[in-house]
């Protein structure tokens, strides 16, 4: 090992870990601030988020949500591009299931609707990320830009249609009409009885969103698309001078990411709602980015940050009915700290940990 | 007709404020080569920490600056990392709006118990609406009184300040000698280093004249504009004024035009709403909402002239690779 380089336990494993432990710890301190006990806090959330039957079942159906919405950014990521569309691409690809169910539900049992509300989510949402993804591609505008403006003009175009188009007769409320049982994924809690979900939402997706990851690492280490995907990604001139089309690269790309981020719909709006919900989304999109990051653009890393964020998600909730002065925008303070620390002061301290590692490399040497 | 006119221009005017002081803000953080797409987040923490102290110490004068004092804490992280660190600027910028987003409810909640709020001002504790001299003795002289009584008089000191900071600005960024440096470093750092001018140095005091602009609209949203803090009152206003930035080419003129047109396109959403337009028909409010965005990708598609952004931003300075 020469100087300034770690090992890989170290860079996959400790760094991350130190970052994570910084963004708990400045977490911790605005727990103190606001006048409450950490210590508390913590115990609260973690019992919260998987003491209990119930709250597993939340936990994991929140980590679903985040598995989908974190490929999406991650995917995006190896090319190099940063996709902060995955909320407006999510929200889109949400129709896109909402359609297939409400075109299917009252013919056919709930998996033949299923291949197609896949199809649906993840067409829709890859149709999203495909304008911004031209755009960058040909005309050269910047992604992250046009992702932002692409999610707002979901917003818009989502709230008209829902509260003009899609809303049933005689209704206030803007949302569709409730699907019928084949439209409907199973609940957990109804397939596997023999463990007490409680009343918790999570569904058959969560098996989908492993399914997906499994796809995605085949798709992006061990096929000839996902090789390109990455050289593209370290260095653009040089994957362009080995023949790899930017253009092809950048959209194909974004419609993978888009179609991704659709899928989130499947595990909301045919697993829990059985409608289609204004903002169904709820920020889950952003938490993608924070979930890709930590879990480092690889399906296991991205996993397990699901399920952490999963676990805050639910024991926040927990927390906030528990401790009422920590409401549930704790949750979004660290997710915040989880984005700074994981990502934008990723290597800060990476100078300490490698002259920790070179003075005690150099001892053994001598010695 | 023209009092129509004047009352949708006089909302333009009041709707514009808080994007114009937003867009000039990110217009110095992108001119030295910092992408900041945590304007809203620096918007939302002033808006907060505006109302809050001008609540606390009865005066909005106060409120401006705890206000100014959060968006600068803000712009230093986002400093911070991207400039010291060199982080990823958009990774901080989404770390910022997350942070002010969850910070200001639970801080809110914590302190007043309002459910995120904060308590309701008393107009001693607002920017209140100035009448400038002779306002009423004009008012009825036709076409130019109304304009005067009603569009131009009646505002708060922000709106003006605003308006004000659009020469200045322009002055501070193509005539002074800092505002020369200030777009050296944003478009080529290692040039602007190799004359001895510290990229470092100037990109921090770039954030932190961003930040001070963006505590300026934030206290205009909580402290002149409404009386106290609602939960996320900031409502996507930083994103509109990054779109107002590059629909402006990142010049502080065209920035105050983009920001009328796009307050514009906001107070015509709330004008028409319901209203049939003749020859068209009724027009959904959520495109005018969407219009702003539409346009801009629009602009930034290339169809309509070229934004061509500082050449060096985004991009973190390495003085020396070792």
Not at chain 1, 247 to 263: E, F, K, N, P, Q
Not at chain 2, 20 to 29: E, I, N
Not at chain 2, 37 to 62: D, H, R, T
Not at chain 2, 149 to 155: K, M, P
Request: neutral net charge; contains cysteine; hydrophobic residues 55%.
């Amino acid at each position: 090992m020469s100087k300034g380089q770690l090992p890989r336990w170290v860079d996959f494993g400790l760094l991350p870990a130190l970052n994570l432990i910084a963004a708990f710890i400045v977490s911790g301190l605005v727990v103190v601030i606001i006048g409450e006990d950490p210590f508390e806090a913590v115990k609260w959330l973690v019992w919260g988020a998987l003491g209990y039957g119930e709250g597993i079942g939340y936990t994991l159906y929140y980590a679903t949500n985040f598995i989908f919405t974190g490929l999406a950014v991650a995917v995006a990521f190896h090319a190099g591009l940063f996709n902060i569309g995955g909320e407006g691409q999510a929200y889109v690809g949400g129709l896109g299931i909402a359609l297939a169910c409400l075109a299917l539900d009252r013919f056919i049992p709930w998996w033949v609707t299923f291949p197609f509300a896949i199809a649906g989510g993840a067409l829709f949402g890859a149709a999203w990320a495909f304008i911004p993804a031209y755009l960058q591609a040909k005309r050269g505008s910047h992604i992250v830009i046009t992702t932002i403006m692409f999610n707002f003009i979901a917003s818009a175009l989502m709230v008209y249609l829902l509260s003009n188009i899609l809303i049933p007769q005689g209704t206030m409320s803007p949302s569709t009409r409730n699907f019928e049982a084949g439209g409907q994924l199973p609940l957990l809690r109804n397939v596997f009885t023999s463990f007490d979900f409680g009343q918790s939402p999570v569904n058959l997706a969560f098996f989908l969103a492993l399914a997906v990851c499994v796809v995605v690492w085949l798709l992006i280490w061990h096929t000839k698309l996902g090789y390109e995907i990455r050289s593209f990604g370290k260095n653009p001139d040089a994957a362009a001078y080995a023949g790899i089309s930017p253009v092809r690269i950048t959209i194909i790309t974004m419609l993978i990411s888009g179609g991704l981020a659709g899928l989130m719909g499947i595990n909301v709006v045919m697993g829990e709602q059985t409608r289609l919900l204004l903002d169904f989304a709820g920020g889950a999109g952003f938490v993608g980015i924070a979930v890709a990051l930590m879990g480092r653009g690889h399906p296991i890393g991205i996993i397990l940050a699901a399920m952490l964020f999963g676990l805050l998600y639910q024991g926040g909730a927990e927390l906030a009915f528990e401790i009422p002065t920590i409401s549930r925008d704790m949750i979004v303070v660290i997710q915040a700290l989880v984005i700074l620390f994981a990502g934008a002061l990723e290597h800060m301290f990476r100078p300490a940990v490698v002259a920790f590692f070179d003075r005690f490399s150099s001892d053994t040497a001598e010695a | 007709m023209l009092d129509t006119i004047i009352l949708v221009l006089d909302s333009t005017f009041r709707l514009s404020t808080p994007l114009l002081f937003a867009c000039l803000a990110g217009l110095f953080s992108e001119r030295s080569g910092i992408v900041d797409i945590g304007l809203e987040g620096k918007i939302l923490g002033s808006a907060f920490a505006a109302a809050a102290a001008a609540y606390v110490f009865q005066s909005p004068w106060i409120g401006l600056l705890a206000g100014i004092f959060v968006s600068v804490l803000l712009a230093l992280i986002h400093g911070y990392a991207s400039i010291t660190q060199r982080g990823n600027q958009v990774v901080s910028g989404v770390a910022i709006n997350f942070l002010a987003a969850g910070l200001t409810v639970l801080l809110g909640q914590a302190w007043f118990s309002q459910g995120g709020r904060t308590p309701a001002l008393d107009s001693a504790s607002r920017f209140n609406n100035i009448e400038l001299p002779f306002a009423d003795a004009l008012a009825d002289v036709p076409v130019f009184g109304p304009i005067y009584a009603n569009l131009i008089s009646g505002h708060n000191i922000l709106v003006y300040a605003s308006f004000a900071a659009v020469p200045l600005v322009w002055w501070i960024v193509f005539r002074t000698r800092f505002g020369l440096r200030l777009r050296a470093v944003g478009e080529n750092p290692s040039a602007a280093d190799t004359a001895g001018l510290s990229v470092t140095l100037l990109r921090y005091r770039a954030t932190i004249i961003c930040g001070i602009l963006c505590g300026f609209s934030g206290a205009y949203l909580s402290v002149a504009q409404g009386a106290g803090f609602i939960k996320d009152m900031s409502a996507g206003k930083g994103f509109i004024a990054l779109a107002a930035l590059i629909f402006a080419k990142w010049k502080p003129v065209n920035a105050m035009f983009t920001c009328l047109l796009f307050g514009f396109l906001d107070a015509l959403a709330i004008r028409l709403q319901g209203q049939e337009i003749p020859g068209i028909g009724e027009v959904p409010v959520q495109v005018f909402q969407a219009l702003p965005y539409v346009l801009t990708v629009v602009l930034l598609a290339g169809f309509i002239g070229r934004a061509i952004p500082p050449k060096a931003s985004g991009i973190p300075y390495v003085k020396e690779r070792t």
